[in-house]
């Protein structure tokens, strides 16, 4: 296994960003915002400069954390603003060397009931994204996260039944803020760790994000502190041999996607630093052995 982080949640800017890795000793970076900017809408000359500290730094990035069918898309809208974004994406990685992008599955309809979720829309554009993405020498990995795939295990599993070549990156915490559909009303929250156990077999990343729902409100917590199954779901990722990435997200003091929560950028970085600490501590415990 290797550790790496979104460090957008450590600095807006790259520099900060890189500091935060080295401090951790880490030697990846999962790209999300530059600068409050996805690395696929940088301008030319913006990208380049971050490929320049990046290369004197000795930092990779290892996933991309694209916007691409993600939470705030609507599966509703023309495809083209997804395929644009991939057009952009693939040059950009293979430019970094970057092997691996996240994706989504569009949010749900959540006046509609589950079997009216326009599925075949959602899985037909994610096969022709995972086609270009795997021509070009590229692995898609969808998220559990606030779309399609996410409402449950099972619409994860038809993702990658249906759609010929994708894999998953399975994250601990969102279980945790998201109410389980698929159960009779009043829906009860998702299981982390259920969750994982019925996509395993397709997991080949891992986001670390943790937190406590009371009455359908989640508070983030440090890794190990929540809901999330965080040693449970990373001592069975170790006894299945699992090498690969582990990806932390702490949503303490900054969320991507809600511009309420927003901390000074020294907060930002102490937060993300220690959480940084606190997974390797428990990735330690567990006997990993880090690459």
């Not at 995972?130 to 021509?135: K, P, S, Y």
Request: hydrophobic residues 40%.
């Amino acid at each position: 296994m290797y550790l790496t982080g979104f460090a957008d949640e450590a600095a807006r800017g790259i520099e900060g960003q890189i500091r935060a890795t080295k401090e951790l000793g880490w030697r990846h970076i999962e790209s999300r915002n530059i600068d409050g900017v996805n690395i696929h809408n940088l301008s030319d000359a913006a990208f380049e400069a971050v490929v320049e500290k990046l290369e004197e730094a000795g930092i990779r990035i290892n996933c991309f954390g694209s916007a691409i069918a993600n939470w705030a898309k609507d599966v509703r809208k023309p495809f083209d603003v997804d395929l644009q974004e991939a057009g952009r994406a693939i040059p950009r990685m293979q430019r970094l060397g970057t092997k691996m992008i996240r994706i989504m599955s569009y949010p749900p309809f959540a006046d509609r009931p589950l079997d009216d979720q326009m599925a075949e829309v959602r899985i037909a554009r994610l096969r022709e994204l995972t086609r270009r993405f795997l021509d070009a020498g590229i692995q898609p990995v969808h998220e559990n996260c606030m779309n399609y795939g996410g409402l449950g295990w099972r619409f994860s599993l038809r993702l990658v039944e249906e759609v010929p070549g994708l894999k998953l990156v399975f994250d601990t915490g969102n279980p945790v803020a998201t109410f389980d559909r698929t159960a009779p009303a009043p829906y009860p929250m998702q299981s982390a760790w259920d969750f994982y156990r019925h996509v395993r077999e397709h997991v080949v990343y891992v986001h670390i994000k943790d937190g406590v729902n009371v009455d359908g409100k989640t508070t983030w917590t440090f890794c190990g502190e929540g809901q999330g199954d965080v040693r449970r779901i990373c001592a069975d990722l170790h006894a299945r041999g699992y090498d690969g990435g582990i990806s932390i997200e702490p949503h303490l003091a900054v969320v991507a996607h809600d511009s309420s929560i927003t901390s000074p950028e020294e907060i930002m970085y102490a937060n993300y630093v220690e959480y940084g600490h606190r997974m390797r501590r428990i990735l330690d415990e567990i006997g990993v052995t880090l690459d």
